[in-house]
């Protein structure tokens, strides 16, 4: 067997798909697939399910701390003890906090966001058959499944789920008496937890070797669609940050259950005295946490950076700004993103100048993030701009970038931080930039790719409703939220009304309450959308819906499992020739004429 | 940038492996190195505790037995170092296992495998005695029966670093023989033959070096410094 | 026969016999100094002592890398690709670590009870009980606080 053979082993086993249509069964195709396109869309309906039931959570505590007065009997209908009276308890009000957070930053932002993503793009825009290996990828959808199904599990016991935030910090994650949720609630978080884990390093192993050995003739590193170059870093933050936090979870494993004291030290109990545990350090599992924590922001960001990136040039009709400047920021964001993690900390007694030199490492983000947004910007500049709905919410994206970009600033420097740590400020601050914008960019991916993924176009009025209606509500949620940080309000109180300091945020309070279940109503909206059009939407006619440039709209409407029918297309070009000497756009794989303009 | 010319013949031009390794290996490279975050946050947590603690126990107080020594005589050192050679004699026969197979010599395959298994197994063995050991001095997860150099008391942590890392070292060392016993089954069926490469026995051996590369660490972290 | 194997010829048995040595000599250099150490009580010293061997640890984690895992006659991209990230580990201790000793000193300062306790001696009595050790603990907190006073003039 020759050495070319045994490289592409697999590769080429995929060859003959082509040709032959597999006979699969109903198991085979839908549930146990091992056809990237499918496991995207089991990643992205399983995102949905979760977004839906994460989103429907933070309605229900901003329920609360709209009305801290009023009882809703309805609460008592769908929580039961939970909500007695039609007032959510306090213990479940943390549980909703918490499980809202862990829900929305790993199951719907990781999984629904880069999982979705990266298996759908990442063999068609390279031009592969299929991830250098689909069983592995069909077990990384399994775990995220099975995670799933514990983190629902665990709002079903008795002691209810975790409700120690979604950081899980000790002493309250690690002592099982500390709250009812850091019973059995907590136990199945963190199985949950360990669980996700497993399932991301499988993903994220498989796309960085897809994208390093399966690419198509033609297809070098500076031509792949920024797509690919972000979800590619997102991989290696993925590979190299998951493991941390995997360590710092056994070791809360060992707190709880077998006596240790990795993280408890010198804990005073009213009515039991003095624990034994003693010589850990608290601040051991935070530096751990966010050693995951700081990189998972930006596992969350950089699958929406480069859609956005993708999509602004398609709908502006011009080649994205800066195309090497873009993958550069990229990589400087993916080191900088490790070296940041201990500006969340700065209050937990945190070495200063320690701090200090974190603080000079955040506040550097800011280049190449200014670099990309500039590029954004230059990219629609002059350019012949087609209002898709894809292309409102990536721009969208890049406001909400901004936005929530400049109160970073804010945020890194250690001496603000004292007085805005833990206020409302902070949330602000990570919902635009983080939650939002990404959701944004998540949301502009699937109005773009759609089409792609069931051959049918999803309703434009509809899109646009739901962009317009989203984009107000994000900026009416949470702009307020910067005067109440500021006016020093903090995050994770039950009930503020007791508070003569806070009562002047009482209207405030219930405005953005309102806010939000209206955004959250027209979410439903879309959802609506995108299950109406996947079965009676407008079929497809045009193979290449957008224009585009890249391999996947060379593809059949609807492909099969191979992605193309007879060779893979070979790649001449770059991505992004876009309005190139006077035409409209240039398929990667056509080759470059004799008398075509350099660049 | 230059799309004038289609440079298909540079490794990096897509269509070929750019590093001249197959999916797999790659996968396994890269599987390692997150595997060595693991270990790298375990250890670092090891020093991190120990660097805000003011007193630690000396090691040579502590694992100071061998198997069958009489009572009350103290070999510091001797056992772990007996362990550290199992494992790199292990970890050579490996060597040498890969390379018989990329010379596709099936019997030479066959022998460096049996004597790797036997390595780990060794080395699985001692480690069990010295848990045992251990426990039976009153040290386990939470228990610390051993006093700081200083002679001041020690807190637990000492023995659940140990315990906890040595134990999750010795997981992977485990399933290390459990992947060889397998790489050997499948090397005496002649899938390897038929396959026309014996590509997954290095892929195993990469991984059985990464264990012993860990041990290195280890050893260094709990019994020497 | 495939490329990568005729890679492997050129580095032959030879190789693997040298680099066994090199380990082998390098593990007996770390146990001589692990057995000098142990009768050496300046703290300087013990520390340069640990240095060379964490330094030697490196180099035997080189060698393990580069030719048993045989790193080392890969692509050189391929070795970028393993390397680079492997240098993300130099902040990520330099910050635990040096965060662990502030800690350290932030309790030795804020924390009376916690200096109180590094400077309790427990009577060594008979070695390896746990118990043992407890109850030497229970008995000497009484005179914690005189002891704690003594320590703290020196």
């Given amino acids: 067997m020759s050495h070319e053979a045994v490289l592409h082993g697999d590769a080429h086993g995929h060859d003959d798909h082509g040709h032959h249509e597999h006979h699969d069964t109903f198991l085979t195709k839908y549930v146990f697939s091992q056809d990237h396109k499918m496991i995207a869309k089991q990643f992205l309906i399983t995102g949905m399910v979760w977004a839906v039931l994460g989103g429907l959570m933070s309605v229900l505590f901003r329920l609360q701390l709209g009305y801290p007065d009023s009882t809703f009997p309805f609460l008592e209908d769908l929580l039961g003890k939970w909500a007695k009276g039609g007032r959510i308890s306090p213990e479940a009000y943390y549980a909703l906090v918490t499980t809202h957070g862990t829900v929305l930053v790993f199951f719907v932002l990781t999984a629904g966001l880069s999982g979705t993503f990266a298996n759908f793009l990442i063999p068609l825009q390279v031009g592969a058959r299929d991830m250098a290996s689909p069983f592995m990828n069909m077990l990384s959808y399994w775990f995220f499944f099975a995670a799933s199904i514990v983190m629902l599990s665990s709002m079903f016991v008795e002691t209810g789920p975790f409700s120690g935030g979604w950081t899980a910090y000790p002493p309250l994650s690690a002592l099982g008496d500390a709250s009812p949720g850091s019973k059995t609630g907590m136990d199945l978080w963190i199985v949950s937890m360990a669980l996700f884990v497993v399932s991301s390093l499988l993903g994220g192993l498989n796309y960085i070797a897809t ?301 953005i309450s309102l806010v939000s279940m209206i955004v959250f109503m027209v979410q439903l909206l879309f959802l609506f959308n995108f299950f109406y059009s996947i079965f009676k939407g407008r079929k497809l006619t045009n193979q290449n819906p957008w224009n585009a440039n890249t391999l996947e709209w060379t593809a059949p409407i609807n492909p099969g499992h191979g992605n193309w029918v007879g060779e893979i297309p070979e790649v001449h070009r770059w991505a992004y020739d876009y309005g190139k000497d006077g035409v409209d756009f240039i398929p990667q794989t056509t080759p470059v004429g004799a008398d075509e303009s350099q660049h | 940038m230059s799309t004038a010319t289609v440079e298909t013949t540079k490794s990096w031009g897509g269509g070929k492996s750019p590093f001249n390794v197959e999916y797999g290996k790659l996968m396994m490279w890269y599987f390692l190195m997150s595997d060595a975050f693991t270990f790298g946050a375990f250890l670092i947590s090891y020093g991190t505790i120990r660097f805000s603690t003011n007193g630690w126990p000396d090691p040579n107080e502590v694992f100071r037995s061998f198997p069958f020594a009489p009572e009350g005589v103290h070999a510091p050192l001797v056992f772990v170092s007996v362990m550290t050679f199992i494992l790199i004699v292990s970890s050579v026969t490996m060597v040498l296992a890969v390379k018989a197979g990329q010379e596709m010599d099936k019997k030479a395959v066959v022998k460096y495998m049996i004597w790797t298994i036997i390595g780990g197994i060794a080395f699985l063995s001692c480690q069990a005695w010295e848990w045992n050991h251990l426990h039976h001095e009153g040290a386990w997860w939470g228990r610390n029966p051993f006093l700081n150099a200083d002679g001041t008391a020690s807190s637990t942590n000492f023995t659940n670093y140990f315990f906890t890392i040595t134990g999750f070292h010795g997981f992977h060392v485990f399933s290390g023989v459990i992947i060889n016993i397998i790489m050997l089954i499948m090397t005496l069926l002649d899938k390897f033959e038929q396959r026309g490469h014996y590509l997954m026995i290095e892929k195993a051996g990469l991984y059985w070096h990464f264990v012993d590369l860990v041990w290195v660490f280890v050893f260094t972290c709990f019994y020497l410094i | 026969m495939s490329h990568t194997a005729q890679h492997e010829e050129s580095h032959g048995a030879g190789e693997v016999k040298k680099v066994t040595i090199i380990l082998s000599v390098l593990t007996i250099i770390e146990l001589i100094l692990g057995f000098w150490m142990m009768d050496i009580h300046n703290v300087g010293m013990r520390l340069a002592i640990k240095g060379s061997i964490v330094i030697l640890m490196m180099a035997k984690a080189f060698y393990i890398v580069a030719y048993f895992m045989h790193l080392k006659h890969e692509l050189k991209n391929l070795i970028m690709t393993i390397v680079v990230p492997l240098g993300l580990f130099i902040w990520f201790i330099i910050a635990f670590l040096y965060d662990g000793n502030s800690f350290r000193n932030l309790r030795n300062t804020y924390d009376p009870y916690f200096k109180e306790r590094a400077t309790i001696k427990v009577e060594k009595k008979e070695e390896g009980h746990g118990e043992a050790a407890h109850e030497a603990v229970a008995d000497t907190t009484a005179h914690a606080s005189d002891t704690a006073a003594v320590e703290n003039k020196h």
């Fill in chain 1, 211 to 511: 994208i390093l050995n399966m690419r198509t003739k033609g297809m070098s590193m500076t031509r792949l669609p920024l797509t690919i170059w972000a979800l590619f870093f997102t991989a290696v933050l993925g590979v190299l940050s998951f493991p941390v936090l995997f360590s710092g979870f056994i070791l809360l494993i060992f707190d709880r259950n077998f006596g240790t004291s990795f993280y408890l030290s010198d804990i005073f109990v009213n009515g039991v005295g003095a624990l034994p545990n003693e010589g850990g350090s608290a601040i051991l599992y935070q530096h751990l946490f966010w050693f995951l924590g700081h990189p998972e922001v930006y596992i969350i960001l950089l699958p929406a950076m480069g859609m956005v990136s993708e999509i602004l040039s398609i709908n502006s009709r011009k080649p994205i700004f800066g195309y090497m400047a873009m993958i550069g920021s990229l990589f400087a964001i993916a080191i900088l993103a490790f070296l940041v993690w201990a500006h969340h900390m700065f209050v937990t007694g945190l070495n200063p100048f320690l701090g200090s030199v974190f603080v000079l490492l955040t506040l550097l983000i800011a280049v190449p993030s200014a670099i990309k947004v500039f590029n954004w910007l230059t990219t629609l500049w002059r350019g012949n701009i087609r209002f898709t709905p894809a292309m409102m919410f990536a721009i969208g994206f890049v406001s909400l970038f901004i936005s929530g970009g400049l109160t970073g600033i804010w945020l890194g420097n250690s001496a603000l931080d004292i007085h805005l740590h833990d206020t409302y400020f902070v949330i602000a601050h990570f919902h635009i930039v983080m939650g939002v914008a990404s959701m944004f960019g998540m949301f502009a991916g699937i109005y773009h790719w759609f089409p792609k993924m069931y051959g049918k176009q999803l309703n434009n009025t509809l899109g646009y409703i739901h962009f317009w209606v989203t984009i107000a509500g994000a900026y009416l949620i949470f702009w307020p939220m910067h005067y109440e940080g500021l006016a020093g309000m903090p995050r994770r109180y039950y009930d503020f009304s007791i508070w003569e300091s806070f009562k002047q945020f009482g209207e405030l309070n219930k405005f």
